[in-house]
């Protein structure tokens, strides 16, 4: 059996239903539907190639190459269907627009009775909804504070008494500054964080404030989407205070389990930022493994940075929150509290 299904229905099977996604192993890479698995019906070489046929010579022979070049695999792609269908027999598939490619696998699999499920327009709907419903109107608390506050700790604490929260960094991959990539895997592509995004956004009751940390529009090499990040800049700022030692022991404990390297490489990538002398002084520091004195050096950048960015906001909504301690669970506590009280 084969079935066409809109987005809606698409988002609410897909929790019990495996979703497959049938195009070139390259358009998978960049960017997919969180979960889904990949079973390409052209590699990336046998798609650009029909594709060239098809622009030079016309659908029809673009469409005998496909079938040229998929047609000695089908059996692969059938048992690895049958893999994933398990004893359910049951798939939703999609390829870029909803056309050829999941018509023919859909095709293919119905053959071994697996119930076949095809998102119309495909891919390319799941990302229009993607963006629309990012665009929704919702109400952000937005966590602020400077470097070493422990703020995606306290972000994580947040949720585990109640609140609903986003980890943009987490998500990203990266911790948003020059030492973001130090300990986190590859980066996705701004694409799928996206969708990585919109996913974390649907588990959420959008009439219930969201909590997200203060970040810029780039995590690394990946932007946040200019929808959200402008309901971010318009949202009100909670501005944890910790004391300077506070930050750079937290620092250090961070970064120091690290290969030096790495942390020598992230200080020349802001060296003009920081100054040639105090780079060379934050260099010298961490080859000596005096890294309480980098930190120190280096927080002075980032601080100086972070109230720049600051100041751009309203003063009105910003509040600030001094702690007197760097426990992350007693401060989500106090950060939920004096939320509470401080809007209305």
Same mark, same amino acid.
């Given at each position: 059996?084969?079935?066409?299904?809109?987005?809606?229905?698409?988002?609410?099977?897909?929790?019990?239903?495996?979703?497959?996604?049938?195009?070139?192993?390259?358009?998978?890479?960049?960017?997919?539907?969180?979960?889904?698995?990949?079973?390409?019906?052209?590699?990336?070489?046998?798609?650009?190639?029909? /594709?060239?046929?098809?622009?030079?010579?016309?659908?029809?022979?673009?469409?005998?190459?496909?079938?040229?070049?998929?047609? !000695?695999? *089908?059996?692969?792609?059938?048992?690895?269907? /049958?893999?994933?269908? /398990?004893?359910?027999?049951?798939?939703?598939?999609?390829?870029?627009?909803?056309?050829?490619?999941?018509?023919? *696998?859909?095709?293919?699999?119905?053959?071994?009775?697996?119930?076949?499920?095809?998102?119309?327009?495909?891919?390319?709907?799941?990302?229009?909804?993607?963006?629309?419903?990012?665009?929704?109107?919702?109400?952000?608390?937005?966590?602020?504070?400077?470097?070493?506050?422990?703020?995606?700790?306290?972000?994580?604490?947040? +949720?585990?008494?109640?609140?609903?929260?986003?980890?943009?960094?987490?998500?990203?991959?990266?911790?948003? +500054?020059?030492?973001?990539?130090?300990?986190?895997?590859?980066?996705?592509?701004?694409?799928?964080?996206?969708?990585?995004?919109?996913?974390?956004?649907?588990?959420?009751?959008? @009439?219930? !404030?969201?909590?997200?940390?203060?970040? +810029?529009?780039?995590?690394?090499?990946?932007?946040?989407?200019?929808?959200?990040?402008?309901? *971010?800049?318009? +949202?009100?700022?909670?501005?944890?205070?910790?004391?300077?030692?506070?930050?750079?022991?937290?620092?250090?404990?961070?970064?120091?389990?690290? @290969? !030096?390297?790495?942390?020598?490489?992230?200080?020349?990538?802001?060296?003009?930022?920081?100054?040639?002398?105090?780079?060379?002084?934050?260099?010298?520091?961490?080859?000596?493994? @005096?890294?309480?004195?980098?930190? @120190?050096?280096?927080?002075?950048?980032?601080?100086?940075?972070?109230?720049?960015?600051?100041?751009?906001?309203?003063?009105?909504?910003?509040?600030?929150?001094?702690?007197?301690?760097?426990?992350?669970?007693?401060?989500?506590?106090?950060?939920?509290?004096?939320?509470?009280?401080?809007?209305?």
């Amino acid at each position: 059996m084969v079935k066409y299904i809109q987005i809606d229905d698409f988002l609410a099977m897909r929790n019990t239903i495996p979703v497959v996604d049938v195009r070139s192993p390259a358009e998978f890479l960049k960017a997919h539907v969180p979960g889904a698995y990949n079973i390409p019906l052209l590699n990336d070489e046998e798609r650009a190639a029909v /594709g060239t046929t098809y622009k030079r010579q016309g659908r029809e022979e673009a469409v005998k190459l496909g079938l040229s070049v998929a047609g !000695p695999k *089908m059996l692969e792609k059938a048992v690895a269907a /049958g893999k994933i269908a /398990g004893t359910a027999k049951k798939l939703i598939l999609y390829c870029w627009r909803g056309g050829m490619r999941s018509d023919n *696998m859909a095709w293919l699999f119905s053959r071994l009775d697996i119930d076949c499920y095809v998102l119309k327009r495909g891919y390319k709907t799941y990302r229009h909804f993607v963006k629309s419903y990012i665009a929704k109107p919702f109400r952000l608390l937005v966590l602020g504070g400077m470097t070493g506050s422990g703020k995606t700790e306290i972000l994580h604490e947040l +949720s585990k008494i109640g609140e609903q929260v986003v980890d943009l960094e987490g998500l990203a991959n990266h911790k948003g +500054s020059a030492f973001g990539t130090i300990g986190e895997g590859p980066q996705p592509e701004t694409e799928y964080f996206e969708n990585l995004l919109f996913e974390e956004l649907l588990k959420l009751k959008l @009439d219930v !404030p969201i909590w997200v940390e203060d970040e +810029s529009q780039a995590i690394g090499r990946v932007h946040i989407p200019e929808a959200f990040y402008f309901k *971010m800049r318009a +949202s009100d700022v909670f501005k944890v205070e910790l004391a300077k030692h506070f930050r750079i022991k937290r620092l250090v404990r961070q970064y120091t389990q690290t @290969d !030096p390297q790495k942390l020598k490489d992230a200080v020349c990538r802001i060296r003009k930022r920081l100054g040639g002398l105090n780079a060379q002084k934050a260099i010298e520091a961490i080859e000596a493994k @005096d890294y309480y004195t980098a930190a @120190d050096i280096i927080l002075a950048y980032y601080d100086k940075a972070y109230t720049h960015g600051l100041n751009k906001r309203e003063k009105e909504n910003i509040f600030p929150l001094q702690l007197t301690d760097d426990d992350s669970q007693k401060n989500a506590k106090l950060l939920k509290n004096f939320a509470s009280s401080a809007v209305k």
